[in-house]
Each structure stands twice: as C-alpha cells, then as structure tokens.
C-alpha cells in the first residue's frame, strides 16, 4: 500500500478501533493508532486461521506487548486475501510507527463493497472519539 497522509477521507473507522481502506474490489484494514496508544513495543503478533469468509466483528488477530494484548476485528464480511508480510518480522514495529499507512494488517475482498454499515466516517470517528 503507498504510504498515505496519516488521516485520510477515504478511510472508514469501526467503534473497536480498526480503519479500512477500500480500494476499488479490495480494502486494506488495520489498527487506529488511539488503540495503539501507549505501547511502545511490539513482542508479537498472531493471527487467526484464515478462512473462507470472516463475518465483521470476528478476531482476526491478536497484537502482544509485555503482559497485555490488543484483539483485531474485521470491519467487514470478507475474505483476507493477504497479511502485512512486515509485521510477521523484526519489522512488525512498523504498527506502531505508522498504523494508518504502511502498518496495515491485511488486504482483504469485502464481501459487499458498497455495504458499510457499521462503519464509522473520519467525522464520525473524530466525534465518537473527542478527536480535534
């Protein structure tokens, strides 16, 4: 994914959170950097089982620091097509560096392109959250 202002309009929120990035038949998604807030380094990553179809809401993945971790949900009903090979490696530090960019967590395949409910706009998500 090219590296993107670090809030971009195109981007939709959930409550727990993630962001998605659809991108005509496909969507990157990932973790706001609020949810990430306060760690300051990454022990490990994991992921759940890839299948076939992955309802909005399920864990998808877990993010470790020392004694804590933080759940990742899917924002939508989909299909991960593809994990963020970086954050598999030394590399997966990026998340905290740049969660809205270059540390997305997966490329996925909505299963409805046009369905966003549950989905937050950046106006929405600045407002829900007290973001100025």
Same mark, same amino acid.
């Given at each position: 994914?090219? $590296?993107?202002?670090?809030?971009?309009?195109?981007?939709?929120?959930?409550?727990? !959170?993630?962001?998605?990035?659809?991108?005509?038949?496909?969507?990157?998604? +990932? /973790?706001?950097?609020?949810?990430?807030?306060?760690?300051?380094?990454?022990? =490990?990553?994991?992921?759940?089982? &890839? @299948?076939?179809?992955? =309802?909005?809401?399920? &864990?998808? +993945?877990?993010?470790?620091?020392?004694?804590?971790?933080? *759940? /990742? !949900?899917?924002?939508? %009903? +989909?299909?991960? &097509? @593809?994990? %963020?090979? *970086?954050?598999? $490696?030394?590399?997966?530090?990026?998340?905290?560096?740049?969660?809205?960019? %270059?540390?997305? &967590?997966?490329? /996925?395949?909505?299963?409805?392109? #046009?369905?966003?409910? +549950?989905?937050?706009?950046?106006?929405?998500?600045?407002?829900?959250? #007290? !973001?100025?």
């Amino acid at each position: 994914m090219e $590296t993107q202002n670090l809030i971009k309009r195109n981007l939709y929120y959930t409550n727990d !959170h993630e962001w998605i990035d659809f991108q005509g038949s496909v969507a990157y998604i +990932g /973790v706001c950097r609020f949810k990430l807030s306060g760690f300051k380094e990454i022990h =490990k990553i994991e992921f759940e089982e &890839i @299948s076939a179809q992955i =309802k909005q809401g399920e &864990i998808i +993945g877990s993010i470790q620091f020392d004694d804590y971790h933080v *759940l /990742v !949900h899917m924002p939508v %009903n +989909g299909k991960i &097509i @593809s994990i %963020n090979d *970086l954050l598999l $490696t030394e590399e997966k530090n990026i998340l905290l560096q740049q969660p809205e960019t %270059n540390g997305w &967590i997966a490329l /996925v395949v909505p299963g409805s392109l #046009n369905d966003k409910s +549950g989905l937050l706009t950046l106006d929405e998500y600045k407002m829900r959250n #007290n !973001h100025r």
